[in-house]
C-alpha cells in the first residue's frame, strides 16, 4: 500500500512513511549530501548505453551525444560516491534491480489502478439500485473493518506463504468481490471481500522486497513501488470516472452483453478483468526462497505481541505525535475524499464520472507536495510542519464554501464550441492545493514513525501499529459521515464540521508536542 492523501482510494491511501521515503528519494538527496539526481541520471543513463548492443544503438547515437553535450556529464565525482551509492541514484534502475522486480511493480500498477477505479464503480452501482446516502460510506467501512480486525495477523499470514501467493491470493478475492456485485450481491458485502483481500495485500506487497533485494537496494525498489502506486491512483480514479460516462452508457445500452445491465456493471467487469490480469501477472514472480514458521498457530501470542507494540509507540514522546496526526490525517483523508466526490456534485453541478476527474487531481497535488517534502525538509526538522496540518484543515474549511454561484454563468475558457466553465478551471488549483498541503505534511510525520518505529520495535511492528490506529479513524470518521447524511447535514456543512474537528486536533498536537519538548529532548529522540 493508501496505500493516502484526500483524493485516493482507501487501498491506496498508503501516503504514509513508504510512499513519502520511497517515492520521492530518487528526486531530491537531502540537501547538502551530494549531487541531485538530475546531475547524476545522465551519468547512468550513458553508462548504461554502453550495454546496449551496436547495431540496436546506432540509430540513437546522436541523441547520446546531444545528451552528452547537453548536461556536460562526466563521472560523478568521487567526493559524493558514498551519497551516491547510499541513495542508488548513481545507477540505472534497469541495471539494479532483479529481473523479478519489476513483475512486482507491474502486478502492483495493474492491482492499484483496480482499487481506485473499483470506487468510482461501486458508489455508480450504488446510485443505480438507488440506495440512500448513507449508505456510501458504509462501502468504506466494510471494506477497512478487515484491516482494523485482522491488524494483528496479516504479517503472520504473509509469512505463513510464499508472499508470491499470498498477492495471487488477494487479487483472486478482489476479482472474487467484483463478480459478486456483477452478480447481484449488495456492493457493502461484496466491497467487504474485497477489503479482506486489500488487508492481506498490504504486507505482502512490501515484504516480499525484503526478500527478493539487499538492504541497501529497498530505498530505490520502494521509490519504484510508490511511483507506480502514486501514477495507478491518478489513472485508475479518471478511468474509474470515463468507465461509468454517459459514453459507457450508451455503448451498454447497444452491446447487449449478458450480466451488463449498465455502465456500473460494464466498469465492475472492466476492474475484475484488471484484478485477474494482476493476479496472473503475481505467479510470474519468481520464489524468493524465504520460508518462515507458521505464527498463525499461535493467535494469543500475535494479539498480545501486537498490544505490546501499540503501548510502546503511544507512550513515546516523539512517536505518539506522529501517530496522533499520521491517524488524524489518513482517518481525515478517506472520509473526504466521498465529500470531494458529493461537494464536486452539489456545490459543481458535476457528474460521479467528472468529479472523479477531481480525485486524480488532488493526487497529483499530494505527489508535489510529498517531493517538496522530501526535499526541503529533513528528518530533524520534521515537527516543523505541524502548522501545515493546521493550515489544511482550513483549506478544507473554504473548500466548503466554493461552488459555482460565486462566478458569473457565462465566465470561462472558450474554444470554438467547447468550454470550461470558471469555477471548474479554479476548482482544480484548489483541490492541488489542498492535496499539496496534505503531502507536505504528511510526509515529515510519517518520516518520524517510520524512524521512532525502527528504533523501538521494528518495521514491520511499527508500520501494523500505525495501518491498526489510521483505519480505525476511518470507522470512526466514515461513521460519524454516516450518522450525519441520515441526520440530512448538507455536504457543506458536513465538510466544515470536518474541517473544524481536524483543525482542532492539529492544534491540539501542536500543543501537545511543545509540552513533549518541555520533558525530553525531540532532537535527541530523532537523531537516536
Not at 538530475?38 to 548492443?53: C, E, I, N, S, T
Not at 459514453?247 to 456500473?264: K, M, N, Q
Not at 514458521?293 to 494479539?303: A, I, K, Q, Y
Not at 466548503?400 to 472558450?414: R, T, V
Request: glycine content about 8%.
Amino acid at each position: 500500500m493508501m496505500s493516502s492523501p484526500v483524493a485516493f482510494s482507501h487501498s491506496t491511501l498508503r501516503v504514509p512513511v513508504r510512499l513519502v521515503s520511497a517515492m520521492c528519494a530518487p528526486y531530491a538527496l537531502r540537501r547538502g549530501q551530494g549531487e541531485r539526481l538530475p546531475q547524476a541520471l545522465p551519468y547512468a543513463l550513458l553508462q548504461a548505453w554502453q550495454d546496449v548492443p551496436a547495431g540496436v544503438a546506432k540509430p540513437y547515437t546522436g541523441l547520446a551525444r546531444a545528451l552528452r553535450q547537453a548536461f556536460r556529464v562526466g563521472p560523478p565525482q568521487q567526493s559524493h560516491a558514498r551519497v551516491l551509492r547510499a541513495s542508488s541514484c548513481a545507477q540505472l534502475p534497469i541495471r539494479f534491480m532483479k529481473k523479478g522486480f519489476y513483475t512486482i511493480i507491474a502486478a502492483q500498477f495493474i492491482s492499484s489502478l483496480a482499487d481506485n477505479a473499483l470506487l468510482i464503480a461501486a458508489i455508480a452501482l450504488l446510485s443505480v439500485i438507488r440506495s440512500a446516502a448513507w449508505v456510501t460510506p458504509l462501502l468504506q467501512i466494510f471494506f477497512t473493518i478487515s484491516y482494523v480486525l485482522l491488524a494483528p495477523f496479516v504479517g503472520a499470514f504473509a509469512d505463513a506463504l510464499q508472499k508470491r501467493h499470498v498477492m495471487f491470493i488477494s487479487n483472486a478475492l478482489k476479482a472474487s468481490g467484483c463478480m459478486m456485485m456483477i452478480a447481484g450481491v449488495h456492493p457493502m458485502i461484496a466491497y467487504g471481500v474485497v477489503g479482506f483481500g486489500a488487508a492481506a495485500y498490504s504486507p505482502a506487497k512490501y515484504g516480499i522486497l525484503t526478500e527478493l533485494l539487499p538492504a541497501e537496494k529497498l530505498v530505490k525498489a520502494n521509490a519504484w513501488l510508490e511511483s507506480a502506486t502514486v501514477l495507478s491512483t491518478i489513472v485508475g480514479t479518471m478511468v474509474g470516472g470515463a468507465l461509468i460516462s454517459t459514453f459507457a452508457d450508451r455503448f451498454v445500452a447497444h452491446a447487449h452483453l449478458p450480466l451488463i445491465r449498465s455502465s456500473a456493471d460494464l466498469a465492475m467487469f472492466a476492474v475484475m478483468l484488471t484484478y485477474a490480469i494482476a493476479a496472473a501477472i503475481n505467479v510470474f514472480i519468481p520464489d524468493t526462497g524465504a520460508r518462515y514458521p507458521n505464527r498463525l498457530s499461535e493467535p494469543t501470542r500475535l494479539v498480545g505481541d501486537f498490544y505490546h507494540c501499540f503501548n510502546v509507540l503511544w507512550a513515546d514522546k516523539l512517536a505518539q505525535i506522529a501517530l496522533w496526526v499520521t491517524t488524524l490525517m489518513w482517518g481525515g483523508a478517506v472520509t473526504l475524499q466521498l465529500l470531494v466526490l458529493k461537494w464536486a456534485n452539489v456545490n459543481l453541478g458535476l457528474s460521479l464520472s467528472k468529479a472523479a476527474v477531481m480525485q486524480g487531481v488532488t493526487g497529483l497535488g499530494i505527489a508535489v507536495g510529498a517531493a517538496a517534502a522530501a526535499a526541503l525538509i529533513p528528518l530533524r526538522r520534521s515537527l516543523r510542519v505541524l502548522p501545515v496540518g493546521i493550515v489544511t484543515g482550513a483549506v478544507a474549511i473554504a473548500m466548503a464554501f466554493y461552488n459555482k454561484n460565486l462566478f458569473p454563468a457565462d465566465a470561462g475558457i472558450h474554444v470554438g464550441s467547447y468550454g470550461v466553465p470558471l469555477y471548474i478551471v479554479l476548482a482544480y488549483p484548489l483541490m492541488i492545493l489542498l492535496g499539496g498541503l496534505s503531502g507536505f505534511f504528511i510526509v515529515p510525520m510519517n518520516a518520524i514513525l517510520q524512524h521512532r518505529g525502527a528504533t523501538l520495535l521494528s518495521a514491520g511492528h511499527s508500520i501494523a501499529v500505525q495501518n491498526f490506529n489510521q483505519n480505525l479513524a476511518v470507522l470512526l470518521m466514515l461513521g460519524a459521515y454516516a450518522l450525519l447524511l441520515t441526520a440530512k447535514m448538507p455536504a457543506q456543512w458536513i465538510i466544515v464540521v470536518f474541517g473544524v474537528f481536524i483543525t482542532f486536533m492539529m492544534w491540539l498536537a501542536k500543543r501537545r508536542s511543545a509540552t513533549n519538548e518541555r520533558t525530553a529532548n525531540m532532537h535527541v529522540l530523532l537523531e537516536e
